[in-house]
């Protein structure tokens, strides 16, 4: 049961999709770990601040990853696509099963996953759109690859 | 691309799952469809504040269909699940097509079509849980058919 | 004062009411208290993880009760119905505090007073609807009993 | 049935209620009617979205004052304050009411009348906290009159 | 990155603006590291319980602060007042500043602060309106001045 | 006065700002524009339909530069930055004043002003970063010129 209901506006039909918004938000889940696995415990209200702070981005940006999957696949993925590739369904499952995991455990291991499936996910997209993708280091922390227009 | 994005509290994983909540957006769709096609065109400010609520709530109670229905989806079916029942990926990714239709028109069959695929859903999942079902005509307008426990 | 403030639908008025939103959202405030109360206690994030989220699920899913109940209240309760049932006003100002008293508080006591004052406005809603009633247990965890339609 | 939960923090307790916030969106109500009576029809773009801009937000002024009624209402009322003021939960309740009354329609009458009742609530709500009132012109337009601390 | 986008509505332009709900904002912020630094530690589930909520509340207020600041600077300050009140772009940009810092931290002089600067705002705001000012002690704990109209 | 209150979660302070989700918030504007200023007036729904939904989407989208840019001025750009670029608390200034044009009125000029604006702000922020820049058009409608990592 959700506790908010939002408007996704590529429904208008617009299409603006970019899986930029979902690799940013999987980026931000794995920062969290990190920032999460490198606090010193501390018995303070500054330790507990933070700790309580990243636990909850992390929670907000995994919900953003299948949240932004989620439009892209429904509203952009049509069936001639998916008999072209097939294996979409079982990924997109997969990509919310992975952030369900990321939200109820700290793993770094996980969050890589996460990433690595969303990458997937923009790789068929690019193709689909017959955009050339490469991978670059994001230009920020946690520095790890995305797949992006060449 | 988003407007917000939300928590979906059953990754806790909390169980709750219920597809009622879905199926009573679906309803309300049909409901906002008869509304707007049953308002009297007038050269009024209050036409045109209902003919813009009306479309508003078409909005994102069909927005809500599609958040809940890929909450139950993403968190609850596993893939032992999926084996059992291939057809659920295409189900979804059809409820989200349904949904954009609904959003991007004012039709009732459309609508009506959009709360079938929703039953069908429903009927799935409460197969899963082992828990039998009824077809009841909903307790209020637009008193069409629902699937829910018996 | 509040963080956000949300759109009601039925306000339009549409005349799709049904306590059941309230009733699944006192379930999962119970449901909350439950894991909380279940957790183990661990020197881990992960431990802080499950807490954290735990008691955020809690907060959101009991002004979820909250808010329900105000809108079936304010916008479907018409002042006849008041004299018919005169402790509804009473009923819904008790539910706020016991809503109150549940995010404040980690109690099993509560969340069931909680619920038992939601079944009680349900009991009334489908009263006034001259809709029958039953009580079954939820067909999922916590398994507490809830007032449907018969 | 409601599109979004939101978060009322005082449920902390903190203790931090202040009647102005539903006085200065009961305000906006009266000033979103004002700016669609003097709206000057016209059959371009710019008409049209003035006038579902203006629409939307008395939607969401309106329903912005009964979130902020019902908080202080649910958690600060007690009911010892109850016995005091009996006529507080129909004043509520009137509130609700006209805030529906409101959301479907464009009437000045209607706003204003809504103002009143949360003008009527601000006076119990100071007198409460043993805090002297004055009645002054709201600062900007629509200038109407509000209840404040002396 | 956001998590979610918002409407404010000031936009329309209706000129109903006013920094008290970023004051009352403020005034939270001090009240949340009151009772964060006054919660007895303890090893039970209502300690965490508060704990992780009153850092919740900490959070949405202070990016309320941000928030209304943000609307009132970027739709009510034209040029024309920036050349009479040249440090207004430095004090706001010091206000987003004191922001983020009451979010990472639990300090009462950083909350001080905040409150301190968002008066300065509000002192300015009515200078170019011509609404003369007094400074009062809130209505409620945490009793810090803020700036009104006299 | 805002409807709602939102997170900015790289208050973390985690690093992960990105002006290109303000870019393509403000792509989106020009598109909702573009499919305004397309749609053939008819006496039907659909186009009723049609109309509101731009309009809405467009005021979202619009807000979503406003805050997006609001984050990475307030949270990322530090007083010793400003003094190398003094004209930036001006061009956000001037950014979120394009950003009300464009929400009061449809114009496919201002909008692409707002592109510009926000492509400046990109240029400024990349080379605090370091990071070299080129312009690519959007792989997608409206096809504008964007600022991004070369």
């Given at each position: 049961m959700n506790i908010q209901t939002v408007k996704a506006h590529c429904d208008i039909p617009?299409?603006?999709?970019?899986p930029i918004t979902a690799q940013i938000a999987a980026l931000s889940v794995i920062r969290m770990v990190d920032l999460l696995e490198g606090l010193e415990k501390a018995d303070t209200l500054n330790y507990e601040n933070s700790l309580s702070r990243y636990i909850d981005v992390k929670e907000t940006e995994t919900e953003k990853v299948k949240h932004e999957i989620r439009i892209i696949w429904g509203d952009f993925i049509k069936p001639p696509m998916v008999e072209k590739y097939p294996e979409i369904h079982s990924l997109v499952h997969n990509i919310m099963a992975l952030g369900s995991t990321n939200r109820q455990h700290v793993s770094r291991d996980k969050a890589m996953e996460l990433l690595e499936a969303v990458n997937d996910f923009a790789q068929i997209f690019w193709e689909i759109k017959g955009v050339e993708t490469k991978k670059i280091k994001a230009h920020?922390?946690?520095s790890e690859e995305i797949v992006v227009p060449a």
């Open positions: 617009c299409g603006i999709y970019d920020y922390l946690p």
